[in-house]
């Protein structure tokens, strides 16, 4: 690891002030990926801006079916909380799959999210949950939020500070392991919304998490994995590699999918 | 069998301070002065170096010196070899290319090392590395033993064209040929061995202290085997005369081979500390230990299997090639002939067969015996051909193998080994009956109504341990003679040292040997200590590898043991006034038999070392030393049956259930002994299903990190059913054979034969990752 200097942000406010102070810094929010990379001397930030300690970005609220989740609530907390299992246990079940426990008790959502790991499983829980992801400067929607590998919506400086979402009808989670790293190989998230059926495809697309829309159209009509069979899933722009070429790939969106659903009921 | 003494489940004694986090490991040890030491390694699989311009690096904060290949070339420093000399069938010598420590002119793997930076701290040496400017030609580079042998292909050393190192034979061609040829079936199968990364928990480190007012070396090092050490760093090396070389492995947090040989880092800093007047501390991250230590396996074989007419084996051809890396490592050609192609009789009467054996250099990390060595490439290439004839004949696999049995002893198979004492059937059918084997067809159909394919498949293994005897092993090409030492030290109060020449890193020795010597002595195992890893304080040994420290390791305690106690008696006898036949030792005591006379064992120490009172003539002190050089291998043997689970969706391999029959001869400490067990079916398992080292085809290692190396994790793995069938080994004093690697040797055919009987597709290579089973099953179908 380069020299580096930390800094703990007291507040959102304090964290802005302080990347703008360092042209070449960076926040750290967990440090799940970014501290190996820097370990590794493939980053050096010179100065780490901790939004961990910030106790605004911490917590979960849930009121009547509307939850938001503070962007450094690490993923322990979301896997055990009672209140938010009560409403959508998908993403309670999605979060306790992260890592190991080491992962889940220093990753946090907002880190998560706005690295965009393409195997990473938040992306695919806040896409196909139509969340909203609110920023230090305003609201994306998920769907304008993940743009590309480690690409999001984001600009220089922006701070993630919640995840807020309806919760949906219901939802469900499947996700294959890669042997070896044990990220979503693939990850498929369903989820039955107010605003329909969405579909949210993590660890597979060349482009980071995608939808699958003729998953969604398929299970719009019936909610069920049977609807799945038939559905085609192109492997053209999948990512293939050591553990799973794109039409490996392709065969386990499908089977995840329709896992994904009769996990959901 | 007492509560400490022989077959006692004693829980490990070294566990304490492992487990409390006081261990001693070599990146532990810190000395006054001491300097981190950083290696500048090669980016590229084959390359020549042009120009090393250093000059910016060493006037850079915290930086002591800079040093390369030349420097190490003009002070003298010799090159890394091979100790074990293979002639080819044509009688000419192996073509050994040099290893230099440090890379003066060509690099020939990623991670072959070029310079050292010696700096105040390992980040400080990073950054110095960094601004080093190593001026490469690129070269072609090749990975594929095949393909580095085919014409135009990249030549990576001048001493051995088309990268042949040797073209090796065993066995009798013309009457295996002749019996293929008259054979009423033959099955032939085209197998492949994965290659693999040993990852032991602690990775390498060495500090080097050179002490110049002594002109004396001291090399602290992670190693299997310290006197190895110091005897090649000396004798070939140059670094140092043995006498000025002290070598110590303290806690070694693990080895399976990999920290058998000498590597560069070792004679580096040591050179280093010498050049720089430092001492010098270097531990390898985990990406470089995936990038340098040596490597396991990768055989690509052609096999024939013949059979008469009664399906009985009647000869078996093998063509193997076997990748060695960019350089020869230290046991590297012992490990794909005498280690392998003598097992290939496995537990069967064969009466021809011939192997034929080329070993390639490719740009590579050097390749050489990881946890079994050899022995799991000769069993995996058995036992899936068996399962395959037995699949063409339609004949049930069991019992082919049954009908083929060895079963008198001794026997002399066609391929140098003489099988002194087994009993194969009886590791089968204890294997059979814990599986539940007539069961299975019930339990396959369950499967399949719930959509899932069931399979079975087993694994009769033989390995040859205790490596020797030293005067067969030279004669062979081994350049070192393969027995082992122990002092018995007792001290003036009783209390007892015993010095091994063996070394534990991982196998519970200090548990082990002291159960040896209080089952003999009755004295209690907190009043023995074991010493082992410091050339300084034990005589010359040959370390730890090939599960040898029970079988050899032991036998020289027991050596020492005889002769202590004889000195012990001569005197208890003198003291009691009575004949020293008539003296016997139990509990702790030296009594006069049929009297109630007794002295306690450590009043007749302390006889021993006051010598007020002892027989005429008789020398001072209680301490012995023993060297035991074996007089055969000792054979453990087994049968493994595992059944797994496949779902067709994802092509994911549940293992239902796994089954290990050994037979290890004698049990010290069962505790240890399954331990051992679990371990090596882990590290079996590991390679069936999950590990592979990849490399690009320009030479980049893909698999670098445990991100894309997958290794077994707890959950991968079953419960495991073991038992233990005994027929005592009858060439050393205690009837035991070695359990450390028949785990990793006996379990990966099982696997992929239960693997390939579920999905009815026999092309499946390891490992059986979740894509190629499920690719494997899609071609099946």
């Known amino acids: 690891m380069y020299a580096t200097s930390y800094h703990r942000a007291s507040s959102v406010e304090d964290a802005v002030k302080l990347r703008a102070a360092h042209e070449e810094g960076k926040y750290l929010s967990g440090g799940m990926t970014l501290i190996s990379t820097m370990k590794q001397r493939l980053a050096a930030p010179t100065d780490l801006i901790d939004l961990r300690h910030i106790a605004a970005l911490r917590g979960i609220s849930i009121d009547g079916r509307e939850v938001t989740i503070g962007a450094a609530t690490p993923h322990a907390d979301v896997a055990g909380s009672r209140e938010l299992r009560a409403i959508c246990p998908a993403i309670c079940e999605l979060a306790s799959h992260i890592g190991d426990p080491h992962v889940r008790h220093m990753g946090t959502i907002g880190g998560s999210i706005a690295n965009n790991d393409p195997a990473a499983d938040y992306p695919a829980g806040v896409l196909g949950l139509a969340a909203t992801v609110i920023t230090d400067r305003r609201s994306i929607a998920a769907d304008e939020f993940f743009t590309d590998l480690f690409e999001t919506a984001l600009e220089d400086g922006e701070i993630v500070t919640a995840v807020s979402f309806d919760a949906p009808e219901k939802a469900g989670y499947a996700k294959f392991n890669n042997p070896a790293s044990r990220f979503a190989m693939v990850g498929v998230f369903v989820a039955k919304t107010s605003s329909g059926v969405r579909v949210a495809v993590t660890g597979a697309g060349s482009n980071g998490v995608f939808r699958h829309s003729g998953f969604e159209q398929a299970l719009a009509s019936n909610w069920s994995a049977d609807a799945l069979s038939n559905i085609a899933v192109d492997s053209s722009n999948l990512l293939s590699d050591l553990h799973a070429n794109a039409e490996y790939r392709a065969n386990l969106v499908k089977v995840m999918a329709k896992r994904a659903v009769v996990a959901a009921g | ?781």
């Open chain 2, 1 to 781: 069998m007492g509560v400490e003494g022989i077959g006692a489940r004693v829980t490990r004694k070294e566990d304490k301070r492992f487990l409390t986090g006081k261990g001693r490991y070599t990146d532990d040890m810190t000395v006054p002065g001491m300097k981190s030491a950083y290696f500048i390694r090669s980016p590229h699989a084959h390359a020549r170096i042009k120009s090393i311009d250093a000059s910016a690096a060493k006037s850079m904060p915290g930086v002591i010196d800079v040093l390369d290949g030349k420097q190490l070339q003009a002070d003298g420093i010799g090159n890394l070899i091979c100790g074990w000399m293979i002639h080819s069938k044509d009688g000419s010598p192996m073509k050994m290319g040099a290893w230099r420590p440090l890379a003066a002119e060509t690099v020939r793997y990623v991670g072959d090392a070029v310079a050292i930076v010696v700096a105040d701290s390992i980040g400080e040496a990073r950054d110095a590395a960094e601004a080093v400017i190593i001026d490469y030609e690129p070269l072609p580079a090749v990975t594929e033993a095949t393909a580095a042998l085919e014409a135009g292909a990249p030549q990576i050393h001048p001493e051995a064209s088309n990268n042949l190192i040797f073209d090796w034979q065993l066995g009798d061609p013309d009457a295996t040929d002749r019996a293929i040829a008259s054979a009423a079936h033959v099955t032939e199968i085209e197998i492949v061995n994965n290659r693999l990364s040993p990852n032991p928990m602690e990775p390498r480190a060495t500090l080097g202290i050179y002490d110049s007012a002594e002109d004396h070396y001291t090399c602290y090092t992670t190693s299997q085997n310290p006197h190895v050490a110091r005897l090649v760093m000396s004798a070939f090396y140059n670094v140092a005369p043995e006498n000025k070389l002290r070598v110590i492995a303290p806690d070694v947090g693990g080895g399976f081979g990999s920290k058998i040989y000498i590597y560069p880092e070792e004679i580096v800093c040591l050179w280093a500390s010498k050049k720089t007047g430092v001492p010098v501390k270097w531990t390898s991250d985990r990406t470089e230990a995936f990038l340098t230590d040596a490597h396991g396996r990768d055989h690509v074989s052609k096999v024939k299997m013949a059979f008469d007419a009664d399906n009985r084996i009647t000869a078996l051809k093998v063509d193997t090639i076997a990748n060695l890396g960019a350089y020869m490592s230290l046991f590297s050609s012992a490990v794909p002939t005498y280690l392998y192609a003598t097992l290939l009789s496995g537990q069967y009467a064969i009466p021809a067969i011939h192997a034929n054996v080329r070993t390639v250099y490719t740009n590579t990390v050097p390749v050489d015996a990881y946890r079994g060595a050899g022995r799991p490439e000769a069993t995996y290439l058995l036992e899936r051909t068996i399962e395959t004839a037995a699949r063409e004949l339609g004949v049930s696999p069991a019992e082919l193998r049954r009908k083929n049995f060895i079963r008198s002893f001794p026997y002399q198979t066609p391929v140098i080994m003489n099988y002194d004492t087994g009993d194969y059937e009886a590791s089968l059918d204890a294997a059979m009956q814990a599986a539940d084997w007539k069961g299975f067809a019930a339990r396959k159909a369950q499967s399949e109504a719930s959509g899932k394919k069931r399979g079975i498949g087993m694994s009769c293994y033989i390995e040859a341990c205790g490596i020797a005897p030293s005067q067969a092993v030279g004669s062979l090409g081994a350049g070192v003679g393969l027995w082992e030492s122990a002092e018995v030290r007792v001290n003036a109060v009783g209390t007892i040292e015993v010095l091994t020449g063996s070394h534990s890193h991982g196998q519970g020795h200090e548990t082990t040997f002291a159960q040896l010597v209080a089952g003999r002595l009755g004295v209690p195992i907190d009043s023995i200590n074991i010493v082992h890893g410091d050339t300084d304080k034990v005589q010359m040994g040959m370390g730890t590898y090939g599960s040898r420290s029970g079988a050899v390791g032991m036998s020289a305690i027991v050596k020492a043991l005889d002769k202590v106690e004889a000195k012990a008696k001569k005197i208890a006898a003198h003291l009691m006034e009575a004949d020293e036949q008539d003296v016997v030792i139990e509990n702790g005591e030296l009594k006069i038999a049929g009297t109630d006379k007794a002295l306690p064992w450590f009043q007749v120490a302390l006889a021993a070392y006051t010598a007020h009172n002892l027989p005429a003539g008789m020398e001072p002190g209680l301490k012995e030393t023993a060297f035991y050089d074996p007089a055969n291998f000792t054979f453990p043997a087994g049968c493994y049956i595992a059944e797994v689970e496949i779902d067709p969706e994802t092509g994911e391999t549940d293992i239902i259930q796994f089954v290990a029959a050994d037979d290890f001869g004698n049990i010290i400490n069962p505790l240890i002994v399954e331990g051992q067990v679990h371990g090596g079916l882990a590290q079996g398992i590991g390679q069936a299903l999950l590990e592979a080292v990849h490399y690009d085809s320009n030479g980049q290692l893909l698999t670098a990190s445990f991100m894309d190396y997958a290794m077994p994790r707890a959950d991968d793995l079953p419960s495991f059913k073991l038992s233990h069938q005994n027929t005592p080994c009858p060439n050393n004093p205690l009837g035991i054979k070695g359990c450390g690697e028949a785990g990793a040797i006996g379990s990966p055919p099982a696997l992929i034969n239960a693997i390939t009987d579920a999905i009815g597709n026999n092309g499946l290579t390891m490992p059986a990752t979740p894509m190629k089973v499920w690719q494997a099953m899609h071609a099946a179908h």
